[in-house]
């Protein structure tokens, strides 16, 4: 039988192996070798496992597919106000025009009228009875009298020709603009099914993140508003902090849910003031302000004018920050671009 050269004391495998003649050489890998295969296949480990994700990164994930999403959510709402507006203003010029056409009608039936009792011997003709004065002078007045009406006839007519057509030229850029306006709020529809299945994703996340519960943590965590500034001010951050707790919407402006420009809309209308629904447009209506200025009721604007909360005094915001997370308080934070006072 054949012998192996003794094991020396902390010898590795590969050393031993030197020491031994070829063939047992090989019998001696393919034995390390099935037994280091079967430790594996024992261990179940035969590439390392993959770490779960951390709330942190979860959260940054969040955010970054958020950055993405908000603006989105921001130019759906400026453009459904657009297609509104537009429609509104194209459907009172058409309220115009529609009574010119009348009038149209009706002075074109009383020429036609008119041409017919004189030309075709109507009942009663009028150059009948003008044949039949028997006066040379009075035949002259009755064809000047003739002429005039028709002459007037033709500038009322034209008058009101001139005034279908202008409204007509007002009119037929708007109805282009609707078409349009038309075309991209379809192209926005669709949009908002992926920004759904975008929100569903991060509903996912976060219950990755945080399971079932609801809790995000303290939701009001100082006293909201930290003083009343009263008057239009006072009610609009009186509601927005009445609103902590509800959900994020968005495309909503309440009152079961909002989204960030939503929330400031419909706070600020308890104050008499309307602003659009869309952030860099309410910035657009509001007078800007340094962070010295603040005072509860402004509003706050974070970003590229993607964002917007409302200012409840000592360094905190009342804001609809993102899907899956409740309309809360925060402080002021970073990424801020400006800050506007309504009204």
């Known amino acids: 039988m054949a012998t192996t050269a003794p094991r020396r004391p902390g010898w590795s495998d590969q050393d031993h192996l030197r020491t031994v003649p070829n063939t047992h050489r090989r019998v001696l890998r393919a034995a390390i070798a099935v037994t280091t295969g079967v430790g594996m296949l024992l261990t179940g480990a035969p590439a390392p496992a993959q770490a779960q994700q951390t709330v942190a990164e979860i959260e940054a994930q969040i ?5 993405e999403l908000e603006p989105t959510i921001e130019r759906h709402n400026a453009v459904r106000q657009d297609l509104a507006a537009k429609k509104k203003q194209a459907d009172a010029l058409q309220k115009k025009i529609q009574p010119l056409q009348v009038q149209i009608d009706l002075a074109m039936d009383r020429v036609s009228e008119f041409a017919a009792r004189s030309y075709k011997g109507g009942s009663p ?3 009948s009875a003008i044949l039949t004065s028997g006066k040379p002078t009075h035949l002259a007045d009755q064809l000047e009298l003739l002429d005039q009406f028709a002459r007037r006839q033709a500038r009322d007519v034209q008058a009101v020709v001139d005034l279908k057509e202008q409204y007509a030229a007002e009119k037929a850029p708007l109805d282009q603009l609707i078409v349009e306006l038309t075309s991209t709020e ?3 529809s669709a949009k908002a099914k992926e920004i759904d ?4 994703r991060l509903q996912e996340l976060r ?3 945080y399971g079932s519960s609801t809790s995000l943590g303290s939701l009001r965590p100082a006293p909201c508003p ?14 927005a902090c009445a609103q902590i707790g509800k959900p994020y919407i968005w495309g909503s402006a309440g009152p079961s849910g909002y989204d960030c420009s939503g929330l ?7 104050g008499g003031v309307s602003l659009p629904h869309n952030a860099a447009r309410q910035r657009q209506v509001t007078r800007n302000i340094s962070r010295d200025e603040l005072r509860p009721g402004d509003l706050v604007f974070y970003y590229s004018l993607s964002h917007v909360g409302m200012y409840v005094g000592d360094g905190w915001i009342v804001h609809a920050s993102q899907a899956g997370e409740p309309i809360a308080m925060r402080k002021l934070g970073s990424g801020i671009h400006s800050y506007g006072r309504p009204g």
């Open 264 to 270: 400031t809309l419909a706070a600020w209308r308890q």
């Open 63 to 67: 955010d970054e597919v958020w950055a």
């Open 226 to 239: 930290a003083t009343y500034p009263g008057g239009a001010a006072g009610k609009a951050v009186t509601f």
């Open 186 to 188: 379809a192209q926005l």
């Open 125 to 127: 003709s009028a150059f």
């Open 207 to 209: 219950l990755q993140a």
């Open 197 to 200: 299945a975008e929100v569903d």
